[in-house]
C-alpha cells in the first residue's frame, strides 16, 4: 500500500501538537497527527495540568470546609471525605476534555494514527514518517513537513526505583486509591509542592526533601522564602540541603534514605513520590536516522524558527530548550506553523508566565531578581502586601505581596512575581503589559476596579515610584 501523503505529520497530540495541528489545517494544509495514547491531549490534559487542578481545587474546597468556613460564620459538622468521588471528578474533567479535542479534530479534518511515531527516512525533500500501532503493525506516512511535540516525561532519581505503586512519579500521585499516612516527595518545585499539597489537605503528614537550600529553584527568591513559611505554617514539612541516596520496600512501607551535612538519615512512609523534575521525551523518535541534532540534555536542537538540523523537520514544546510550560509549546506550534504558511511566526519569550497553583498561587512573569543582578541590568523594585487589600480581607486570603521590577532608566517592565490569591490570573495584567513595553507608570495611572485583588498590583506598580497610596 502506499504511504500516506499530508502537508505536514504531527508527532505527539499534546498541547503543542494538538494546538499546532489545528491551526496548520485552519491555514489550509492537510494534516495527520500520530498519537500513542488512546486519548488526545498529551501528559498536559492527561496525567500533569488538568487534574492535577481538579484535585486541587476539590481538596482546597474540602480543607476549607473543614477548617476555613467558621471564620464566616458558616458552621459545617460532620464533613468527610469520598476519595473516590473526588478521582471520579477529576477523571470527568479529563475525560470531557479529551473527548472535546478528538471534536476538534473531526472538525478541522485533522487526520489521526493511533500508534507511536518515528523518523524513518527522507525521500524527494519528504520527510517519512512510520506509525506503529499497540500491535505491531506500521503505517507510512510521507510529509512535506514535520513538527515533533512528543514532550516530557518525569525523571528518574539515582537510587530510588520507581515501582508503579508505592514509589511513583506524578502519575501515581494523581491517582492514590487512599490518602497516605506520610507522604514523602523528594522534590521542592512545581509538581512536588502542588501535589503535596493535595494531599495534605486530605489529610496526610507531608514531608518534602529537597536538594537545593530553597524551594522552588527559578523562582524569585522573596517570594520562594515568603511561600515556604507559608507552606511549613499550613503542615507541611521541608528538609533542605538533602540528597537521597536511596528508597527501599518493605510491604506497605518505604524506607528513604538521605544525607544531610554528612549524615545519613532515614525517614519512612507509605507512599513516595519522585518529582526531581523531568526530561525530554525523544527516545525512539529515529533522530539519528535522519540525522537531527540533540544536545547534551538530549533536547532537540533547533533555530530561532522551530527548524531541526534537517529540512524539513521541526520541533517544539517540552523536547527543545526552554521552561516546560504547556502554553509555551502552544504559543510555539502557532508560530511554527504560520511561518511555514504565511512566512512569519513568533514568540515573545519574556512575557510567559509560568503559575504553581498551591494556597496561595505563584505567578511570574519576565526576569527575577537575581537575573538582573547577575546581568548587571540597573532596575527599580516595588512591592505591595495582599494584607492592605480589602478584597483580600473580604476573602480572608491576605498571605503574600506583588513585587515589580522595572528598568531604572526606562521604567520598562522586566518582571513580576505574585505571591497570594488568585495569583495565576493576575499575572495576565503583567503578560499582556510587558508585550507592549509597557512601564510601571503605564500598570500606575490605569484605572483598577474597587475592590479588587488587581489593586495589588496597581500599588505594587506605584511602589516602583515610591508612590504607593495604601501603605
Excluded at 91 to 115: C, E, H, M, P
Excluded at 383 to 410: C, E, I, W, Y
Excluded at 421 to 441: C, K, N, Q, T, Y
Aim: with cysteine; charged share 20%.
Amino acid at each position: 500500500m502506499p504511504p500516506h501523503q499530508f502537508d505536514l505529520v504531527v508527532i505527539g497530540a499534546g498541547p503543542g501538537g494538538y494546538v499546532g495541528a489545528i491551526r496548520a489545517a485552519q491555514l489550509g494544509l492537510t494534516v495527520a497527527c500520530v498519537e500513542k495514547e488512546s486519548a488526545l491531549g498529551g501528559t498536559c490534559l492527561r496525567v500533569g495540568c488538568i487534574p492535577s487542578k481538579a484535585l486541587l481545587e476539590s481538596s482546597e474546597l474540602y480543607h476549607k470546609t473543614r477548617k476555613d468556613l467558621a471564620q464566616h460564620g458558616i458552621i459545617v459538622s460532620g464533613a468527610s471525605l469520598d476519595l473516590a468521588a473526588m478521582l471520579k471528578r477529576k477523571d470527568t474533567i479529563v475525560r470531557q476534555l479529551t473527548t472535546g479535542i478528538a471534536g476538534l479534530f473531526k472538525k478541522n479534518k485533522i487526520t489521526r494514527f493511533a500508534g507511536s511515531g518515528s523518523l524513518a527516512g527522507q525521500r524527494d525533500g519528504h520527510t517519512l514518517v512510520v506509525c506503529t500501532a499497540a500491535d505491531g503493525s506500521r503505517t507510512e506516512l510521507v510529509a512535506k513537513h514535520v513538527l515533533i511535540a512528543t514532550g516530557s516525561e518525569p525523571t528518574a532519581l539515582r537510587g530510588v526505583e520507581l515501582d508503579g505503586d508505592r514509589v511513583g512519579t506524578s502519575t501515581e500521585a494523581l491517582a492514590y486509591s487512599s490518602v497516605p499516612n506520610h507522604l514523602i516527595v523528594i522534590g521542592a518545585g512545581v509538581i512536588g509542592l502542588e501535589l503535596g499539597s493535595v494531599w495534605l489537605r486530605l489529610g496526610s503528614q507531608v514531608t518534602v526533601l529537597e536538594y537545593l537550600e530553597r524551594i522552588l529553584p527559578g523562582t524569585d527568591a522573596e517570594i520562594a522564602t515568603a511561600a515556604l513559611k507559608v507552606f511549613k505554617k499550613q503542615g507541611m514539612v521541608f528538609e533542605l540541603g538533602v540528597k537521597v541516596t536511596g528508597a527501599t520496600l518493605d510491604g506497605d512501607v518505604v524506607t528513604v534514605s538521605y544525607a544531610k551535612d554528612g549524615v545519613v538519615h532515614t525517614i519512612s512512609a507509605d507512599r513516595v513520590l519522585v518529582a526531581v523534575g523531568r526530561k525530554p521525551h525523544t527516545d525512539k523518535l529515529g533522530l539519528d536516522v535522519v540525522g537531527v541534532q540533540v544536545d547534551n540534555r538530549g533536547r532537540i536542537i533547533t533555530d530561532n524558527h522551530f527548524a531541526t538540523s534537517i529540512a524539513g523537520i521541526y520541533a517544539i514544546g517540552d523536547v527543545i530548550a526552554g521552561p516546560m510550560l504547556a502554553h509555551k509549546a502552544e504559543e510555539e506550534a502557532v508560530a511554527c506553523v504560520e511561518r511555514l504558511v504565511t512566512g512569519w511566526g513568533h514568540v515573545d519569550y519574556a512575557s510567559i508566565p509560568g503559575i504553581v497553583y498551591t494556597d496561595p498561587e505563584i505567578a511570574t512573569v519576565g526576569q527575577s531578581e537575581e537575573e538582573l543582578k547577575a546581568a548587571n541590568i540597573p532596575y527599580r523594585k516595588g512591592s505591595f502586601p495582599f494584607m492592605a487589600n480589602g478584597r483580600a480581607k473580604a476573602l480572608a486570603q491576605t498571605d503574600g505581596l506583588v513585587k515589580l521590577l522595572a528598568h531604572a532608566d526606562t521604567d520598562q517592565v522586566l518582571g513580576c512575581a505574585i505571591f497570594g490569591p488568585r495569583a495565576g490570573d493576575l499575572i495576565a495584567e503583567v503578560a499582556v503589559a510587558m508585550a507592549f513595553g509597557a512601564s510601571s507608570e503605564d500598570i500606575a495611572r490605569a484605572c483598577h476596579a474597587h475592590p479588587t485583588l488587581a489593586e495589588v498590583v496597581k500599588e505594587a506598580a506605584l511602589a516602583v515610584g515610591g508612590r504607593a497610596l495604601h501603605v
